[in-house]
């Protein structure tokens, strides 16, 4: 079979102006950015705000394994196969970070003949969103180290200050830095950062706004230092949230493009799931339902992460409502939970699998808490045998879930046909969505139902450090914010090693920091970093350019 990339480069794409065609929308209503990939206006909201909405389908996973299980390639063919099946569907994705494109992962944008195109530029600088959020994120860090520098007149405290810098590369010799060296001339010295821009809060931000002046009050609102009092300083103190609203006036708009059949995708925003929320942007999200019939997303990584915060963060201040849950899940992944290493996946091993499906089943079980019918895509490799496939589909239906072969990835749209029609059958069940917890019960509880629900954890320990930030957020008055818990992607606890269906075990909050502009509370749990680094043989060593311009190596 060829290359993600051979494939890419191979399909027929059509010119995005008829791509916006078949969803309804005009020349007036697009901008474009060469002839396959557009920004639709902003001024097609008020248009469409009091039109009936779509069916809502959220796309997630058991816990992933190191080498991906296929969320988004599923997310990509289940669209292209609702429209072959005759529905008016779009999807929407996140935005790749170049940090995972040239680090371990490779590109981003789906696999095989399930893919948003053009996926080069996709999985590179794209239309510039993220260079937005980085720029917008490093002035208010300049603008606030220039006041320091300046007579300090709000009062800052050096040491209290937490709004550091962020790039959108892996660089881990840039976690830790001392800033303001070299003498007075060069500002005040003081300790702090690199973040990756994907998880900057101004990326959170971008994608909870609702318009333009709602991510203007969000930067406005962001918390970047404390004073020698104790007292939050916000970027409006320092002024700083119009030029950041301006550097970010076309990230906010949705980008336009296409899968390999040609079935409309929105492609926007890029949160982390396991530092973030982890779900693309409620601008794209509630255009698409407008647009279309049925509108697919993605939260990232496991339903404990990504599906979660889609719940109970992403749908409180979108205001929607799903309609069915998509869990995807391999052989080779529950084989991992069930203590396979790697090298092993493609060895037959039904013990280990039978062991591996208490974490489809337990992820099952998250998605019902939320009211939610779930239907279970079991993405199928050709390393998978008929046995372990029918293991996996019987303990399905022995736990009241639907279950769907998909081929998506070989395939395209007609490998996730069966998918479809189960899809479109769980969208007409009769469900009462709800939320995990109340935004008024206090921090400390809002977490201990995330990580006894869904983790599944005895309870939480936490650090000195987190009681005092927790007690304090709270006498400032950020208490109803909902919560997001940063924490490992490839375990149900806070410890990676711990495959399956951990028992018996605590969380550990060590740190506890205030997103005020993006509107929730960051938990972090065990040893989670916001700045990943290389591996040791990183995809940067494979990607090139050809004389040609032809590019190569990218997943």
Not at 81 to 108: D, H, T, Y
Not at 366 to 389: H, M, T
Request: proline letters at 4%; glycine letters at 10%.
């Amino acid at each position: 079979m060829k290359s993600d990339i051979e494939i890419a480069q191979s399909a027929k794409m059509l010119p995005i102006g008829e791509i916006a065609a078949k969803i309804g929308l005009s020349e007036d209503d697009i901008e474009y950015y060469g002839r396959y990939k557009a920004k639709l206006s902003m001024d097609l909201w008020p248009r469409l705000q009091d039109k009936p909405s779509g069916k809502l389908i959220l796309v997630t996973a058991i816990n992933p394994t190191p080498a991906g299980e296929g969320k988004t390639t599923t997310t990509v063919g289940l669209g292209q196969a609702l429209n072959m099946i005759g529905k008016k569907a779009v999807i929407a994705l996140r935005e790749p970070s170049l940090g995972p494109s040239f680090g371990i992962k490779g590109g981003a944008a789906g696999g095989g003949y399930s893919q948003v195109l053009p996926m080069d530029d996709i999985n590179l600088h794209f239309t510039g969103d993220i260079h937005a959020v980085t720029a917008a994120h490093n002035l208010l860090a300049a603008m606030l180290d220039n006041h320091l520098h300046h007579g300090n007149e709000l009062g800052i405290d050096p040491r209290q200050v937490v709004w550091r810098r962020a790039m959108d590369l892996n660089e881990r010799a840039l976690r830790n830095v001392i800033i303001g060296l070299g003498g007075k001339i060069n500002g005040v010295p003081r300790e702090s950062g690199f973040d990756i821009s994907v998880a900057s809060e101004v990326m959170a931000s971008l994608c909870l706004a609702t318009d333009l002046m709602d991510l203007k009050e969000r930067c406005r609102r962001m918390v970047v230092a404390y004073t020698f009092d104790g007292n939050p300083v916000t970027a409006g103190q320092l002024k700083a949230h119009g030029s950041m609203a301006l550097l970010l006036k076309d990230a906010i708009k949705p980008n336009l493009v296409q899968t390999t059949e040609n079935t409309p995708a929105f492609v926007h925003g890029g949160p982390f799931a396991n530092i973030a929320h982890g779900a693309n942007s409620i601008v794209a999200t509630r255009l698409g339902l407008k647009l279309a019939d049925y509108m697919v997303t993605e939260a990232g990584f496991g339903a404990d992460l990504g599906a979660e915060k889609f719940f109970d963060i992403v749908c409180r201040y979108g205001g929607f409502k799903p309609d069915a849950v998509v869990l995807v899940a391999t052989v080779r992944a529950l084989k991992h939970h069930g203590g396979v290493d790697k090298d092993r996946y493609a060895e037959p091993d039904l013990n280990a699998l039978q062991k591996g499906l208490e974490n489809l089943e337990k992820q099952v079980e998250n998605i019902g808490k939320y009211g939610l019918p779930v239907v279970v895509a079991v993405n199928r490799f050709p390393s998978d045998s008929d046995e372990e496939i029918n293991m996996v589909i019987n303990r399905c239906e022995s736990i009241g879930a639907d279950a769907a072969l998909s081929r998506v990835f070989t395939d395209g749209g007609a490998g996730g046909r069966e998918l479809a029609i189960k899809v479109v059958a769980a969208t007409e069940k009769n469900s009462k969505f709800n939320f995990l917890y109340e935004l008024e019960q206090p921090i400390k509880d809002k977490i201990e139902v995330i990580c006894r629900e869904i983790y599944g954890a005895d309870g939480v320990e936490y650090t000195s450090e987190a009681e005092k930030m927790m007690q304090r957020l709270e006498s400032m008055g950020y208490g109803d914010l909902p919560i997001c818990i940063a924490k490992t992607q490839y375990s149900l606890s806070d410890n990676a090693e711990k495959r399956g269906r951990p028992r018996g075990f605590k969380i550990t909050a060590r740190e506890v920091k205030l997103c005020a502009g993006a509107g929730f509370i960051v938990v972090l749990a065990g040893n989670i970093m916001t700045m990943p680094g290389l591996s040791k043989r990183p995809a940067a060593e494979k990607i090139d350019i050809l004389p040609d311009g032809e590019i190569v190596g990218l997943f």
